[in-house]
C-alpha cells in the first residue's frame, strides 16, 4: 500500500505541474483568437492566483472534514473541469470564469499534498515529487507547442492536459481508502506532533501565534517572490544589461527551471542525511552566489550564464525543504493549517513580485535584478535562521 499510494502520488505531482505553463505557453495566440491585449494575461493568472490563496487558507479545515484522499481527488477533479473548460471557451470571459475552479482546485490539493508527503514520507521523496513538478511544468508547453505546429489549436492542448488530470482524478478516487493506512514518519523527539493528532480546526489566527510561524510565511514568500522574479525577468536582464542573445537568453532561461528540476531529483538522494535546515540555509547561500555572478561587471557573460544556473540549483532544494520540515517545528496537529498558509504566501510572493521589480525596473533600470534577488535571498535566509534558532532553544528546553 505504502509503494502504491506513493506511486499515485508521483503521477499525482507530474499531472500538478501540467497546467502551470499553459496559460504562458499559449497565451501568444490565444489573446488573438479572443481579440484582447496581450497583457490580459495578467487577468487570468489574477484570477487563478486569487482562488489559489483562498482554497490554501481554507485547506486545512476542508482536509480535517473529508480526508486529504477525498479533497486531492476532488480539487483535481476541479482542475480538470476548468482545463476542460478553457479549452471549449471562445471569450475572455469565460476564460475568466473557469479560472476560478482553476484556481480552488490548485490550491487546496497543493496544500493537502504537501501536508500529507512532509507527515508520511521522507525528505528525499518530497524533493523528487517537486522535482515531478517541474517535470510536468516543463513539459505543457511541448504539448502547447505541438497542437499548434498540427493546426489543432491551443484549445486541443488544454483539452488534453484536462483529461490527463480526469484520468488521474478517477484514479485517485479509486485510491481514497489508502490514504488513511500509510503510517506517518518518525519524527525528532522535540516535536510535539509525536502526540495523537488532535482532529479539532486549528484557526487561522491561532496558527498565526504559534512561535517562529511569521518567520517562516515571510522566508517562503522570499523565496517564491525571488523564484517568479527570477523565471520572468531573467532572460531580459540577460539581453538587456549583458548583451547576450535572445535566443542563447532564451535558451538559459529555460535551464534555470531546469537546474531547479534537476536540483532537487539531485538533493533527493541525500536529503535524508544532510536535513532540511542544511538544505534550506545551502539553497540560499547558493543562490546568493548565483546572484553574485550574474551582477558581475565582466565583459565575458559566460560568468552570469553560469550564474544563471546556479539560482536554479540552489533554489531547487528550499520549496521542498521547506514544507518538509514544517510538521517537525511546528507539530503534526499544526501542520496541515500552517502548510495552507504557507501556500498561500508562496501564491502571494510569486503573484505580485514580478510585476513588482517591473516598476521598480522601469523606473531605475533592468540592471538592478540581481540586487533584487540578493535582498529576497537575505531576507528568506535571516528568516529562516531566526526560526532554526527558536526550534533549537526549544529542544535544549525540553
Not at 482554497?55 to 486545512?60: G, Q, R, V
Request: hydrophobic content about 55%; charged content about 10%.
Amino acid at each position: 500500500m505504502y509503494s502504491l499510494l506513493l506511486a499515485i502520488i508521483y503521477i499525482a505531482f507530474i499531472s500538478l505541474g501540467l497546467p502551470d505553463s499553459l496559460v504562458g505557453a499559449g497565451w501568444p495566440m490565444m489573446h488573438q483568437d479572443l481579440g484582447v491585449p496581450i497583457a490580459f494575461a495578467g487577468i487570468i493568472t489574477m484570477i487563478i492566483a486569487g482562488g489559489t490563496i483562498f482554497s490554501s487558507l481554507a485547506s486545512e479545515r476542508v482536509t480535517r472534514r473529508f480526508g486529504v484522499g477525498v479533497v486531492t481527488a476532488v480539487s483535481v477533479g476541479m482542475t480538470a473541469a476548468a482545463l476542460v473548460g478553457f479549452s471549449t471557451s471562445g471569450s475572455f470571459w469565460m476564460l475568466c470564469l473557469w479560472a476560478i475552479p482553476y484556481g480552488l482546485g490548485a490550491g487546496a490539493v497543493d496544500a493537502a499534498l504537501n501536508n500529507y508527503v512532509a507527515v508520511h514520507y521522507a525528505a528525499r521523496h518530497m524533493n523528487w515529487l517537486h522535482g515531478c513538478w517541474g517535470l510536468g511544468a516543463s513539459i505543457s508547453p511541448f504539448i502547447m507547442s505541438f497542437t499548434l505546429t498540427s493546426g489543432w489549436g491551443w484549445s486541443s492542448a488544454y483539452l488534453i492536459v484536462g483529461i490527463l488530470q480526469a484520468a488521474l482524478t478517477f484514479a485517485l478516487l479509486i485510491s481514497i481508502p489508502l490514504w488513511g493506512k500509510v503510517n506517518p514518519v518518525a519524527l525528532p523527539a522535540h516535536d510535539d506532533g509525536d502526540e495523537p493528532a488532535d482532529r479539532a480546526h486549528v484557526p487561522l489566527a491561532q496558527a498565526l501565534r504559534i512561535p517562529g510561524v511569521l518567520l517562516i510565511l515571510t522566508a517562503f514568500f522570499a523565496y517564491c517572490a525571488l523564484e517568479s522574479t527570477a523565471i520572468l525577468w531573467a532572460s531580459s536582464y540577460l539581453v538587456t544589461d549583458r548583451g547576450v542573445a535572445p535566443a542563447t537568453a532564451a535558451a538559459f532561461a529555460s535551464l534555470f527551471l531546469l537546474g531547479i528540476t534537476a536540483g532537487r531529483f539531485l538533493a533527493g538522494f541525500f536529503a535524508d542525511r544532510v536535513g532540511d535546515q542544511q538544505l534550506i540555509r545551502g539553497g540560499f547561500v547558493t543562490v546568493g552566489l548565483g546572484a553574485v555572478l550574474l551582477a558581475l561587471p565582466l565583459e565575458t557573460t559566460v560568468v552570469a550564464l553560469a550564474g544563471l544556473v546556479i539560482l536554479g540549483l540552489g533554489c531547487a532544494p528550499i520549496y521542498p525543504a521547506i514544507i518538509h520540515s514544517t510538521p517537525v517545528n511546528f507539530g503534526r496537529r499544526n501542520s496541515q493549517a500552517i502548510i495552507g498558509i504557507q501556500m498561500a504566501a508562496a501564491y502571494t510572493g510569486s503573484t505580485f513580485a514580478p510585476p513588482l521589480f517591473g516598476a521598480i525596473s522601469a523606473w531605475t533600470g533592468m540592471w538592478i535584478l540581481p540586487l533584487f534577488l540578493a535582498v529576497l535571498v537575505a531576507l528568506g535566509l535571516v528568516m529562516s535562521e531566526r526560526l532554526n534558532a527558536q526550534v533549537r532553544r526549544r529542544a535544549a528546553i525540553r
